[in-house]
């Protein structure tokens, strides 16, 4: 079968697209024939560093979330499985492939009405999106910023909260990530690589609740800066490289709360079957701002690299 190997850390180029034996379902387990492979910013720093929740030796063909239909069961496993229509993380390793083998109780069966692309892009990012805006505990009328907001979970964040019933102000950098979330029915946007987007956040909004941080760095502490008692924020990524510099006793003295969301595997199996149903329902609508097919993998990284990437990015396996 056709897939990409990482045989050493480096940049995008040491994504290389190659042949592997195709993979057999053992005992308990399904094979996948992927249809689309579901890409994050932490495969770029495992790629590049090694660093992530990734283990294993190299070579390794990475990719941890692909969608696809069952094509093959192992031993004890009910053959009525085969021919649905699934999405499924693989375990860490192995999605970017035409084929995947993975437990039995790893898919999610794809809702009726959704499409098999929206469902990928919804399998990772929209857990996350639902499981934070659950341990936010958002009110209507609370005042609510997103970091990163045209990106694959700020574009369902934004959509999660406004349906909650909060004022959202949608933070975003550059013009053209502006333009779409305006274009996208977003009241409020800024533009966070301007110097003064701070200010015009305080002088709409007076300041906010919640803060919901993928990006670390100095763009979160600038955000922390805009909540007040009885405020949280939620760090949940570090697309700037780091994660958000906020020391405990000087959140504790401003009464801010610092929340890092965690989930047990019962609990974000919930989190995802939520997310599939909110999209089949056309209430929870992924941006899939970009594709690749899988041969142009490294290419689907230094895009992501570079910022030049909305929304979700997928590899589609023809």
Do not use: C
Not at 80 to 102: D, F, H, I
Not at 111 to 132: F, I
Not at 149 to 171: D, E, I, K, M, N
């Amino acid at each position: 079968m056709r897939a990409v190997w990482l045989r050493e850390f480096g940049g995008p180029e040491v994504l290389v697209p190659g042949s592997a034996p195709d993979p057999v379902p053992g005992p308990g387990q399904v094979l996948i024939e992927v249809a689309h492979a579901n890409l994050t910013f932490v495969e770029t720093l495992f790629r590049a560093t090694g660093f992530g929740p990734f283990n294993g030796p190299l070579p390794v063909i990475p990719g941890n979330g692909v969608g696809g239909v069952i094509a093959q069961v192992g031993p004890g496993v009910d053959p009525a499985l085969v021919r649905r229509r699934v999405v499924s993380s693989t375990g860490g390793s192995g999605g970017y492939a035409e084929r995947v083998v993975v437990d039995r109780n790893a898919p999610f069966e794809v809702p009726e009405g959704l499409p098999l692309d929206q469902a990928v892009a919804l399998l990772a990012d929209g857990r996350t999106a639902t499981m934070l805006v659950q341990a936010a505990g958002l009110r209507a009328g609370e005042r609510v910023l997103v970091e990163a907001a045209a990106g694959g979970v700020g574009s369902l964040l934004v959509q999660l909260a406004a349906a909650a019933g909060a004022r959202v102000v949608a933070a975003a950098g550059g013009a053209r990530k502006v333009a779409l979330l305006r274009e996208r029915g977003v009241d409020l946007v800024v533009d966070y690589r301007q110097p003064d987007w701070t200010d015009r956040v305080r002088a709409a909004t007076d300041g906010v609740d919640v803060v919901f941080d993928g990006v670390g760095g100095t763009l979160a502490r600038a955000a922390f800066d805009l909540l007040g008692a009885g405020g949280r924020m939620l760090s949940f990524g570090l697309a700037s490289g780091a994660w958000a510099d906020l020391p405990a006793d000087v959140a504790a003295a401003r009464g801010v709360a610092l929340l890092r969301p965690s989930a047990g595997p019962a609990e974000l199996r919930v989190y995802t079957e939520r997310a599939l149903a909110e999209g089949a329902a056309g209430r929870l609508r992924p941006l899939i701002g970009q594709r690749f097919p899988l041969e142009r993998a490294a290419e689907a990284h230094a895009a992501i690299e570079s910022r030049a990437t909305i929304g979700k990015t997928l590899l589609d396996v023809p």
